[in-house]
Each structure stands twice: as C-alpha cells, then as structure tokens.
C-alpha cells in the first residue's frame, strides 16, 4: 500500500485547514485509515482513524474539532480541522492499518500543519 499526503500549510489559529491522502496498490487489505501526528520533541500520536465499518476514533485533544472521512472509492482519507490551536503544529501523517500478515502498518509521507498565535 502507498499513501500519498497533501494539504499541509500555515493557518492562523482559530483557521481551517483539510488534509488529504489518497492510497494505492492493495488497498482492498486496508481496515483502517486515518491520521497521526508528531510535534517536534513528541512522540507521534494518533489524531483520528476511520475503519472499513465507518467507526471512527479521535485523540481526545481534537474531539469537536476535526473530522476524519473516506471518500467513496474508500481509498481516499480526509481530515478537517477547524479551530485549529498552535498545539495542533506537527508532522502530520497518513497510516493505513492493513489485514495482510506479513506487514501490517503502512505510513505516507509527512505534511506540515503550522499554527501560529
């Protein structure tokens, strides 16, 4: 599976910004797709990830705040954040989560998401 990643920028707090990764190759194994992030000096974390059923789940620090969402075709993930807060700054990072044994975690490259006060 590979992930391609996009919409990272600069935003003013309190703005909007929406991501967007589209997969490719066995995407029929992925069970899984969202968002994690990693602040310089942190630990990546997950923000939101979305399952084959539609369930979702968010890092509590986002809740009310962003959206995760799959497009049609389900190969697709988007994250919408709004309200954003200078914490929000980060590598963020698509990961799809796969049903395939042999390797499990997959990891597009990273966009930046500035915030600034």
């Known amino acids: 599976v590979q992930l391609q990643a996009s919409g990272g920028g600069l935003v003013q707090a309190g703005g909007s910004l929406r991501l967007s990764c589209a997969a490719s190759?066995?995407?029929?194994?992925?069970?899984?797709i969202g968002w994690y992030r990693q602040a310089p000096g942190k630990q990546r974390e997950l923000v939101a990830i979305?399952?084959?059923?539609?369930?979702?789940n968010y890092a509590d620090s986002v809740k009310g705040r962003f959206t995760v969402s799959r497009g049609n075709a389900q190969n697709t993930v988007a994250l919408q954040m709004n309200s954003l807060k200078p914490e929000d700054t980060a590598v963020y990072y698509c990961?799809?989560?796969?049903?395939?044994?042999?390797?499990?975690?997959?990891w597009g490259q990273g966009t930046e998401v500035t915030v600034s006060s």
């Open positions: 990961n799809a989560k796969t049903v395939t044994t042999v390797r499990n975690d997959y």
């Open positions: 190759g066995n995407t029929f194994s992925i069970r899984a």
């Open positions: 979305i399952g084959n059923g539609g369930m979702t």
